[in-house]
Antibody, heavy 115, light 108 residues
Framework: QVQLQESGPGLVKPSETLSLICTVS????????WTWLRQPPGKGLEWIGY???????IYNPSLDSRVTMSVDTSEKQFSLKLRSVTAADTAVYFC?????????WGQGSLVTVSS | EIVLTQSPGTLSLSPGERATLSCRAS???????LAWYLHKLGQPPKLLIY???NRAPGIPDRFSGSGSGTDFTLTISRLEPEDFAIYYC?????????FGQGTKVEIK
């Protein structure tokens, strides 16, 4: 059974870069695309984008100028970097398997942007 | 970007009742590539339906999806206690995936 686990700092200062890693276990990272999403407190789900196992990326246009995603197949990890964060980027960040429908998710990682 | 509008915002029902949730798209969803998720506080969303009408593995048959084009529906035939949650629709027919704002199904 595939499992995903997000990891990274829970607190990021305004204007700095948010960095998260998702580690995949129980199945191969190859042959799939991998998605990042977020949910701000009290709000709905927002799709951030996805990265294929070969490193091809598609980002949400609203975040495109600040987002970078990458994949490390040898480590079975994929990552999210979000630059120049503000309080509006405070959210629970989820990683998930797939590029369309998403049938396996991490538990989520709360990232708070605050000085 | 395709905007998904879910209705109603909140549905107040009793266990055993039938729930009907709507998801309307601002333009036709290519291939009817629409999914439904159940989300409970503190947990990741759970895939229920993909391709508008295909149940995900392990999902009980009381959950069913229907619709095409711009209008989609999730039906829960008889609500169980564990079904009270927030439900989201998501389209993946366009390069920019989008979610609806959610429908909360609460106990009446």
């Amino acid at each position: 059974q595939v499992q995903l686990q997000e990891s990274g700092p829970g607190l990021v200062k305004p204007s700095e870069t948010l960095s998260l890693i998702c580690t995949v276990s129980g199945d191969s990272i190859s042959g799939f695309s991998w998605t990042w999403l977020r949910q701000p407190p009290g709000k709905g789900l927002e799709w951030i984008g996805y990265v294929s196992d070969r490193g091809t990326t598609i980002y949400n246009p609203s975040l495109d100028s600040r987002v970078t995603m990458s994949v490390d197949t040898s480590e079975k990890q994929f990552s999210l970097k979000l630059r120049s964060v503000t309080a509006a980027d405070t959210a629970v960040y989820f990683c998930a398997r797939g590029s369309g429908w998403l049938n396996h998710w991490g538990q989520g990682s709360l990232v708070t942007v605050s000085s | 970007e395709i905007v998904l509008t879910q209705s109603p915002g909140t549905l107040s029902l009793s266990p055993g009742e039938r729930a009907t949730l709507s998801c309307r798209a601002s333009q036709s969803v290519t291939g009817n590539y629409l999914a439904w998720y159940l989300h409970k506080l503190g947990q990741p969303p759970k895939l229920l339906i993909y391709g508008a009408s295909n149940r995900a593995p392990g999902i009980p048959d009381r959950f069913s999806g229907s619709g095409s084009g711009t209008d989609f529906t999730l039906t829960i035939s008889r609500l169980e206690p564990e079904d009270f949650a927030i439900y989201y629709c998501q389209q993946y027919g366009s390069s920019t995936r989008t979610f609806g704002q959610g429908t909360k199904v609460e106990i009446k």
